[in-house]
């Protein structure tokens, strides 16, 4: 996809300015996504557990978009997920999983994800999280 | 040389060792990573070798950890994904039912067939950078237009 078809797609992206943090414990998966992220101008960071991302928070850092896998050591996704809304973050939290059984998609859901994408994440999955998150919408 | 390129792309797409995933990833090069898929796919024979040295060294001492060896195995097949490895990814299911029923023979069957789709895999790869390289930029920071 090139820039004029994902401005296009996305006519406010390039003056938005959204930042998200990619959580996953998977050297292949952090490099992917962080990819994909800078293809859209969406300013990124990476850790490589739920317990990272928690301290990430807790050091006053903020993103509009959190990727958040689910298998992961230390602290697995659900956890963070739950951890991270009950101290009140309200960032959008995208589930990234290759589990997709839909009970473990619930289990995911209910921690308290905005979104859920099946693994592995392409430029058209990470659009869709963003149109369901409405972050092309200008406010 | 370019064409010799493209028939070996081909080819690995042809015969399953690719999946529509390699072509999301070549669809990410551009001029700031012209050697992104390369670079990746470096990753993931590093980040494989060791999962592969874990699962032998938990397998040779015939105990026979089911979830430790599922749980190394989902991170396989995770990485597999992300990358196209569809022959790796499709052993590391096979695997991963075995392990959930149980059968230790199915698993070392299983996990002598990964290592050998995984090696190929490899091989050819390495093969196809090679060329993607020697052949120029055009191949290897393809955008769309």
Redesign the interface.
Known sequence: ??RDQIAEELPNLAESKLTALVVDD????Q??HQ??LN?LGIENDVVTNGKEAVDVYCSGRNYDLILMDM?MPIMNGIQATKRLREMGIESKIAGVT?RANEGEKKEFMEAGLNDFQE??L??SKLLSILHKLNFYVQT | MQREVALIKQSLFDQGYLDE?FM??E??Q?DA?PN?VE??SA??FK?SARLINNIDQALERGTFDFNRLDSYM??F???S????ASKVKAECTTFREYCRAGNAEGCLRTFQQLKKEHSTLRKKLEHYFQLARQAGPKETAR???
């Open positions: 996809m090139t998977s050297f292949v998966n490099t992917i990819k994909l293809r298998d290759t693994k592995p392409t430029i | 995933q999301e990833l669809e990410l551009d990573n992104f670079e990746v990753l993931y980040d989902h991170q097949k995770g990485s994904t992300s990358i196209g955008r769309p237009k």
